[in-house]
Structure formats: structure tokens, C-alpha cells
């Protein structure tokens, strides 16, 4: 099966996950968050540990069993009926997270366009990840070691997947917007090159 993809892309604390559920919500689009998959996993479960290894020190969780249990998770939300590969969009928020994985999914997406979302403003970036870190109890936001090693992390490994799927298929959107302006930007560009579908 092949999935045709958006993909939103951009640093902790951008905006991804807060556009991604809006998406998700028009008819014809799935939105799927990979941090979002990994954190339903029961904390005491062999996974579950694995993941509060890596994810408090705001690293990646091994690219392996990161695809492993992401392909799981879309495979039963397809026999839930809940995503319609048919038809939806799926718009993933938080994978691919690295080249590799990108490649490991070259075969799985059919990646239809890329917003990358840019906030430049890295004060704003720190203040919506520790509000949110208290709201969720999110534990690799609580301090600013880790949130300074998850921006690194971003830097590294994840800014690269843009080269990777070139400038030709990605929107930059200024996130350091509110978010219903953040929206319109994207839903602005949707439009335009859906209109062929
Ligand atoms: P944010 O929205 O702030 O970028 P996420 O909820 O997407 O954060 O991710 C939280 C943590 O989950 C990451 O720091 C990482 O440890 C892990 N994670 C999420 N997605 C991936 C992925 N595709 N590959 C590896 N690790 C991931």
C-alpha cells in the first residue's frame, strides 16, 4: 500500500502537532503525530520504557522500531476504518524524523507535498514548549537542557529530510504566526495544488 502524504515538518515547539490536529479533522484528511503513537504506548511495556530512554533525553528512538510500531499503529487505524488510504491524505507530523527513515518510507509515501514550518523567534519556541510541558506532562520539555538538545537533535538529523525531498515539493510557512494564520497559509497552498485532484 502506498499513502499519499504531507508531511509537517519543523523543530520541537513549531507548531506541527497544533496544525496537524486541525488538519486531521477536514473530511479527507488523516492526521497521524509519531510522538503521539509512541506516547499512547503503556509506560511499563518493553516499548514504553524504551521510549522514556531516549525521549527524556531528547534524543530519537532508534529508526527501527520507530517505523516498526509507526506501520503498526496506521495498518490498525486502516482496519478501523478510521484512515481510508483510498481517499485521505495522510498527514504525518514528526515522521520521517531523520534521512533514513525517509528512505525506509521512500516505498510507503507517496509524499505529495512538505510544509516546512518555521519559527524563528527560538525565545517563543522555549516559553510554547515549557507551557506545554506542564499542561501534558511532557517530560523531554521540562528543562532547557533537553529542549536545547532537541533543537540540536532537529538541526542534525532532522533539517536534512528537507534536502532530501528538495525545495521543489516544500512550503516554507512562517509559524511565528497565531495559529489560524499558520492555517491559512497552509490551506492556501492545499488548494492550489490539489486542484488537479
Ligand atoms: P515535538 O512535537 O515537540 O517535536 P514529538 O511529540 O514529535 O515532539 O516527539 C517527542 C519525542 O518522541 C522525540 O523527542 C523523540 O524522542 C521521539 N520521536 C518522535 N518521533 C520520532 C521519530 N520519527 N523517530 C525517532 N524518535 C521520535
Given at each position: 500500500m502506498v499513502y499519499k502524504s504531507l508531511l509537517l515538518f519543523?523543530?520541537?515547539?513549531?507548531?506541527k502537532g497544533t496544525q496537524g490536529k486541525i488538519l486531521g479533522k477536514i473530511p479527507g484528511f488523516y492526521h497521524c503525530a509519531c510522538g503521539d503513537v509512541f506516547r499512547?504506548?503503556?509506560?511499563?511495556s518493553a516499548f514504553g520504557q524504551e521510549f522514556l530512554k531516549y525521549s527524556s533525553k531528547g534524543q530519537l528512538v532508534p529508526d527501527d522500531i520507530t517505523i516498526g510500531l509507526w506501520a503498526k499503529q496506521i495498518e490498525s487505524m486502516q482496519n478501523l476504518g478510521r484512515f481510508k488510504p483510498e481517499s485521505d491524505y495522510l498527514v504525518l507530523d514528526?515522521?520521517?524524523?531523520n534521512v533514513a527513515q525517509a528512505k525506509m518510507l521512500k516505498s510507503t509515501l507517496d509524499v505529495r507535498h512538505v510544509f516546512h514550518l518555521d519559527c524563528p523567534d527560538k525565545a517563543k519556541v522555549y516559553e510554547r514548549l515549557k507551557r506545554r510541558a506542564l499542561k501534558e506532562n511532557r517530560l523531554d520539555d521540562i528543562n532547557d537542557e533537553v529542549i536545547e538538545r532537541r533543537q540540536k537533535v532537529y538541526e542534525r538529523e532532522s533539517a536534512p529530510v528537507l534536502d532530501y525531498y528538495g525545495e521543489k515539493l516544500i512550503t516554507h510557512v512562517?509559524?511565528?504566526?497565531p495559529p489560524f494564520r499558520v492555517l491559512r497559509d497552509i490551506l492556501n497552498d492545499v488548494t492550489a495544488w490539489t486542484d488537479h485532484d
Open positions: 519543523g523543530a520541537p515547539g513549531s507548531g499512547s504506548v503503556d509506560v511499563n514528526g515522521i520521517p524524523r512562517n509559524s511565528d504566526q
